[in-house]
């Protein structure tokens, strides 16, 4: 089979090649291809970062003193509220299944396309104009939204900011995320080749799948509450608004209804992506290939049932309080069974550490710190004493930036050499990775000391005592900074300077590695038929070793 | 084969489609609980100030414009009588306009009597009728938008039907707007007793 699509390889034509109707950008731009389409979102979602990074390190500047005037308090409420607006729900929420999932999902699972392609083209325009619109609404208007990414009320309603125009586009990105799960679940259940049971799906396509469900089921509830944000901010409803009988404390539910669960959205299919990494640098079939299918599935549901534990403190009953935390420690249990299944893996393998397993190694390392200082949190006394200071932020920062940030790293070296058949440096990506590394944890390690201190999130200034750590974490950020420059500045003088990449690099036993490098618009020459899991690795070699027997 | 997966693919599609669209209600239907609950003596005073002959008229439009379009289906998939399938989807659409119609009507009453929200005499009542009413016209103003928009897809599937891009043979894209009519009806079956009938 393999050297059948090595012949093939000179006819196929790469999927970024213009042979369609309309050439060049414009083709690019209308294309219903998963392909196309999943690099549309890969820039849209990186440029988005890239924007969200600088607004961060502002923030990091205005904090080297305590009486920096680098920033009004007023720009600084603004600086976190977009920081956290675009990398929540333009970088983090859509960034792998829209990046990773229509790119590659139809290509794991041996389909051409998506089920709804024109769908999928449609999603993405939306999510541009919510984008947009956000972005939009910070010129426009009575100024920037200042709200926090939380939208709380009463705040949000009594503050006089453009925040009904912003609400609005998180409302248009939210609506473009449930489109993209309608479409994967569909695709997973449709277009598998023969062959291809549930339990013959590359992890990835279990990570991507959950995900997908959660997409569906939570994020209406967001949708509605943010309407109802707009109602009571042009038209005073009332639901939310004391003055008038409502209740702020049900905004809190409504929003951790979803947003909650969002967490799951973010960081699950990252853990697919990982778990299909660990079995192809090991060598070895993935330990427990079940429980880590279903360990998603049992996150992506007790995980929807955990929302309270943003609500500690917020006044909800002490009922509710123990039963969320308990949930909250229920939930930890599926992640770990994830991490230790990753870990067995590796057990008498053949470990290689090329630059995609060295992502995902720092991801089980920073997702372990971000999931124990979870518990600190999920427990109702020493939340008491953490919750609003830079510990809460600190923890976030490592599921999040740890977890998804260095599983879309990883997931964006493992599959670069596919996507556009060239070869990256490895040795300037393991240099990028260890200054990633390292400035990551001066960074946010001395938040979570700093928040541990007592230092209170979202405050421009603070005690004089805070100083030296503070300007440590602003040295850390830099040298974040810097790690994600070389990093990206390796990939993309890659893009136009790299080597031609083989088909099989990295020696995968999944489908994407069976075709060649780019794949072709089609996928597929002809639909494969399945016989086995996708960790089968006694038989199949990379092309360099294969060359040397030869 | 192909064909064959493509329609079931739309289906599943399109019911996970309808559950969004629950749920997006389902936010709704929580506050109307936690607020009922709360002041469940306000919620019934303010629901004597509906119309239940024009809640029940309205019921009734709908109920029978669902009947129109399974007709109108039925029509083209058994008999592939297309000319039957646009009067019934004419029929569908035209019961749609009676319903904002008579919502109209009824919205204009409420807001002559200064029953929304903002206005004085509103918001002098106790908290429970403010909340019913803020509930009242979000609940309603979002389902009307449905109808609007199901109205709209269902003047679609008219050119569908003339140009012969749904036909006999060929129906899902037509299962699918009818289905999606069927959740603007069913959300209201479940609006109608809340609102007006429980007291």
Redesign the interface.
Same mark, same amino acid.
């Given at each position: 089979m393999a050297s059948h699509s090595e012949a093939r390889a000179h006819e196929h034509e790469a999927w970024f090649l213009d042979n369609g109707k309309r050439p060049g950008l414009r083709g690019f731009l209308t294309s219903t291809n998963h392909k196309r389409i999943g690099m549309l979102y890969l820039v849209a979602v990186l440029t988005f970062f890239g924007v969200a990074v600088i607004l961060g390190v502002l923030m990091r500047i205005q904090m080297l003193s305590p009486d920096s005037k680098f920033v009004s308090g007023q720009t600084y409420n603004v600086l976190f509220t977009v920081h956290g607006i675009m990398m929540i729900f333009m970088v983090v929420i859509p960034g792998i299944p829209t990046i990773f999932g229509n790119f590659f999902l139809p290509i794991l699972i041996g389909g051409r396309d998506m089920? =709804?392609p024109r @769908?999928n083209l449609f999603s993405f325009y939306l999510y541009l104009a919510g984008a947009a619109v956000v972005l939009v609404s910070l010129a426009l208007g009575t100024g920037p939204v200042d709200t926090g990414w939380t939208f709380y009320v009463p705040y949000s309603l009594n503050s006089t900011v453009n925040a009904p125009m912003a609400v609005f586009g998180v409302f248009l990105l939210g609506m473009s995320s449930?489109l993209t799960?309608?479409?994967i679940? /569909?695709t997973t259940?449709?277009m598998r080749a023969p062959g291809m049971t549930f339990f013959r799906m590359p992890l990835s396509v279990w990570g991507l799948y959950s995900t997908a469900w959660v997409q569906?089921?939570a /994020?209406?509830?967001i949708?509605? /509450?943010l $309407? $109802?944000i707009i109602?009571e901010r042009v =038209? !005073?409803? !009332?639901?939310f608004d004391s003055t008038? !009988? !409502?209740?702020p404390l $049900?905004y809190q539910h @409504?929003f951790w209804?979803y947003s909650h669960p969002a967490v799951y959205i973010m960081i699950l299919p990252s853990m697919g992506i990982i778990s299909d990494l660990f079995p192809v640098f090991s060598r070895k079939n993935i330990f427990g290939y079940k429980t880590i299918a279903f360990s998603s599935l049992a996150i992506a549901s007790v995980g929807s049932l955990v929302w309270g534990h943003h609500m500690f403190v917020s006044g909800q009953s002490d009922t509710a309080s123990v039963l969320f935390s308990l949930l909250t420690f229920l939930v930890a249990v599926p992640s770990a069974i994830k991490v230790f299944n990753w870990i067995a893996t590796m057990y008498k393998g053949s470990v290689k550490v090329d630059p995609p397993f060295l992502y995902a190694l720092g991801f089980i390392a920073l997702f372990s710190i971000g999931g124990l200082t979870g518990l600190i949190l999920g427990a109702l006394s020493t939340d008491v004493y953490t919750h609003d200071t830079y510990f809460v932020v600190g923890h976030f920062h490592y599921i999040i930036f740890g977890g998804m940030g260095f599983g879309l790293f990883a997931a964006l070296h493992y599959w670069f050499p596919k996507m556009f058949g060239k070869t990256y440096d490895y040795k300037f990506a393991t240099v990028s990775f260890f200054v990633l590394f390292v400035g990551f944890n001066l960074f946010y390690m001395t938040l979570l000391i700093l928040g541990w201190a007592g230092m209170p999130r979202r405050y421009y200034s603070y005690l004089p005592k805070y100083t030296d750590l503070q300007v440590i974490a602003t040295v850390g950020s830099w040298i974040l900074v810097v790690g994600l420059g070389m990093m990206f500045g390796n990939l993309i003088y890659a893009f136009f300077k790299g080597k031609k990449a083989e088909a099989n690099p990295w020696g995968g036993a999944t489908l994407e590695w069976q075709i060649p490098s780019p794949p072709s618009a089609e996928n597929f020459e002809e639909i494969p038929i399945i016989t086995q899991g996708p960790y089968v690795f006694t038989k199949r070699k990379t092309d360099a070793e294969k060359e040397k027997k030869e | 084969m192909e064909e064959r997966e493509k329609t079931v693919g739309s289906r599943i599609g399109m019911w996970l489609f309808l559950l969004s669209e629950i749920l997006i209600f389902g936010g709704l239907f929580l506050l109307y609980a936690v607020y009922r609950a709360k002041h469940p003596v306000d919620f019934h005073n303010a629901s004597l100030d509906l119309s239940r002959f024009d809640g029940t008229l309205n019921t009734a439009i709908l109920l029978t414009s669902s009947l129109t379009a399974v007709l109108a289906i039925y029509s083209l998939q058994e008999l592939n009588k297309p000319k039957r399938t646009i009067l019934f989807l004419a029929i569908t659409i035209a019961c749609g306009l009676a319903f904002l119609v008579v919502k109209a009507f009824e919205w204009g009453a409420k807001f002559e009597h200064g029953l929304y929200p903002r206005a004085a005499v509103l918001l002098a009542k106790p908290p429970g009728e403010i909340l019913y009413f803020g509930l009242y016209f979000t609940m309603t103003g979002l389902h009307a938008l449905h109808v609007i928009i199901g109205m709209c897809l269902l003047g679609v599937m008219i050119g569908y039907v003339r140009r012969g891009k749904a036909s006999h043979e060929h129906t899902p894209v037509l299962e699918n707007v009818g289905l999606y009519w069927h959740l603007v009806d069913i959300i209201w079956i479940f609006l109608f007793p809340l609102f007006y009938l429980i007291s």
């Open positions: 089920s =709804f @769908l449930i799960g309608i479409n679940v /569909t259940h449709q569906i089921l /994020t209406p509830v949708g509605i /509450t $309407l $109802l109602l =038209f !005073g409803i !009332g639901v008038k !009988g !409502g209740d $049900l @409504l209804i | -």
